[in-house]
T-cell receptor, first 116, second 115 residues
Framework: NAGVTQTPKFQVLKTGQSMTLQCAQD?????MSWYRQDPGMGLRLIHY???????DQGEVPNGYNVSRSTTEDFPLRLLSAAPSQTSVYFC???????????????FGNGTRLTVT | AQKVTQAQTEISVVEKEDVTLDCVYE???????LFWYKQPPSGELVFLIR??????QNEISGRYSWNFQKSTSSFNFTITASQVVDSAVYFC????????????FGDGTTLTVKP
């Protein structure tokens, strides 16, 4: 199994540009989420989804948009990139949804985004 | 609201030393899970262990051991006889059975093991 696949691995954007970070999982996991990792700030939740058609905001949702049309895919859209969005982005999935708080997260390999 | 504190930002040890990584958590929920993840220099995040709030038994897996104490809201991680390959960032995380089971992470502890 491929697990959680993120593309691209690296991306450089100019301020104001938009782009979509792709995330796909092949484990039939209901729960998917996006985190950003900044030095000294751990992993902060951007958006999450407990199933197809259901999304919700996490801790730092501003400037990002998500959708969940299928169980497998959970793209993250940057609407108008800003230097403050320079970060490493991780997609993660977990089996189950409502009662899955006991399941560990499976992470993709990350996307390193630089906004100039 | 949930909170996870990893007070040690960076730790440096010499190979074969024992090292303990601290994790303190806060939650009002009585049912929750705690996790440890490892992020080696290559960047991927790997799950190490989980413990539920009703199980305070310590766990040992090879050179790794975990000490969970509800009385002090701590879930500490000890590496015995550390090796260079243990060098990584280690994250402690908390998930509760409410709030869609979202995981809250600590800021991470960077462990450097020198040869």
């Amino acid at each position: 199994n491929a697990g959680v696949t993120q593309t691209p691995k690296f991306q450089v954007l100019k301020t104001g540009q938009s782009m979509t970070l792709q995330c796909a999982q092949d484990m039939n996991h209901e729960y998917m989420s996006w985190y950003r990792q900044d030095p000294g700030m751990g992993l902060r939740l951007i958006h999450y989804s407990v199933g197809a058609g259901i999304t919700d905001q996490g801790e730092v949702p501003n400037g990002y948009n998500v959708s969940r049309s299928t169980t497998e895919d959970f793209p993250l859209r940057l609407l108008s990139a800003a230097p403050s969005q320079t970060s490493v982005y991780f997609c993660a999935s977990r089996r189950g949804f409502r009662s899955s708080y006991n399941s560990p997260l499976h992470f993709g390999n990350g996307t390193r985004l630089t906004v100039t | 609201a949930q909170k996870v504190t990893q007070a040690q930002t960076e730790i440096s040890v010499v190979e074969k030393e024992d090292v303990t990584l601290d994790c303190v958590y806060e939650t009002r929920d009585t049912t929750y899970y705690l996790f440890w993840y490892k992020q080696p220099p290559s960047g991927e995040l790997v799950f190490l262990i989980r413990r539920n709030s009703f199980d305070e038994q310590n766990e040992i897996s090879g050179r790794y051991s975990w000490n969970f104490q509800k009385s002090t809201s701590s879930f500490n991680f000890t590496i015995t006889a550390s090796q260079v390959v243990d060098s990584a960032v280690y994250f402690c995380a908390l998930s509760v059975n409410t709030n869609a089971g979202k995981s809250t992470f600590g800021d991470g502890t960077t462990l450097t093991v020198k040869p």
